[in-house]
């Protein structure tokens, strides 16, 4: 079956820190991962999507890190400000019947305090 | 216009009401998706349309029924739900649904109550 698991399952952190949050997954077969940040009530909003063939990628202060042997990634955050407390939510799309299908993580809820 | 809109905001129903959520994109993207999300929940993926077709149906019940009158929109009509289906139900597009590597979309969520 296929899983993703994150951790943290939640973060505090003080305003300007930095952060990792961590993904692991079991989805095979494997298209691509992203990560994605939702405000409460909201829908999510990309910040990073990586292919088997990706080791880095950044979006500003979002820096995502993919090792496809052992089938983790991480988001680490720089800098933090007030404005990334949100959940932070890892997708890996596998394939199935010519369809993509996602598979979600339970997401890490970040709070950043001043 | 790059934004996924979905109407209403909020929705307060009873278990015999009839209603619909609506969604609309103007992309040009050929997928659609609906997502039901519980608090503090990840997405659950419920439906999905390819070229205005149904291809994915998550074993959804049947009073959850989508429908897709164009490539531009996307409804979800409910009939005889429970109070546990109340949650956040998110739409979302993608460009093309035959490309793994295409960024999905989501619009800002219409919060179900069903009393």
């Known amino acids: 079956k296929n899983q993703v698991e994150q951790s943290p399952q939640s973060l505090i952190i003080l305003e300007g820190k930095n952060c990792t949050l961590q993904?692991?997954?079991?989805?095979?077969?494997?298209?691509?991962l992203r990560w994605y940040k939702q405000d409460t009530g909201r829908g999510p909003v990309s910040l990073t999507i990586?292919?088997?063939?990706?080791n880095t990628k950044s979006n500003g202060r979002y820096t995502a890190t993919l090792d496809a042997d052992t089938k983790q990634s991480s988001l680490h955050i720089t800098a933090s400000q007030l404005s990334d407390s949100a959940s932070y939510i890892c997708?890996?799309?596998?394939?199935?019947?010519?369809?993509?299908?996602?598979?979600f993580g339970r997401g890490t809820s970040l709070i950043v305090h001043p | 216009d790059t934004e996924v809109t979905q109407t209403p905001k909020h929705l307060v129903m009873g278990m015999t009401n009839k209603k619909s959520l609506k969604c609309e994109q103007h992309?040009?993207?050929?997928?659609m998706y609906w997502y039901k999300q519980k608090a503090k929940k990840p997405p659950e993926l419920m439906f999905v349309y390819s070229y205005e077709k149904l291809s994915i149906n998550e074993s959804v019940p049947s009073r959850f029924s989508p429908e897709c009158p164009n490539s531009s929109l996307l409804n979800l009509h409910l009939h005889a739900l429970q109070p546990e289906d109340s949650a956040l139900y998110l739409c979302?597009?993608?460009?093309?649904?035959?490309?793994?590597?295409?960024?999905?979309?989501f619009g800002p969520g219409t919060r179900l109550t069903v009393l």
């Open positions: 992309m040009g993207h050929r997928a």
């Open positions: 979302a597009s993608s460009q093309d649904p035959g490309l793994s590597y295409n960024e999905q979309f």
């Open positions: 997708v890996v799309i596998g394939s199935a019947g010519g369809s993509y299908i996602p598979t």
């Open positions: 993904c692991n997954y079991t989805v095979s077969p494997f298209s691509n």
């Open positions: 990586m292919t088997f063939s990706e």
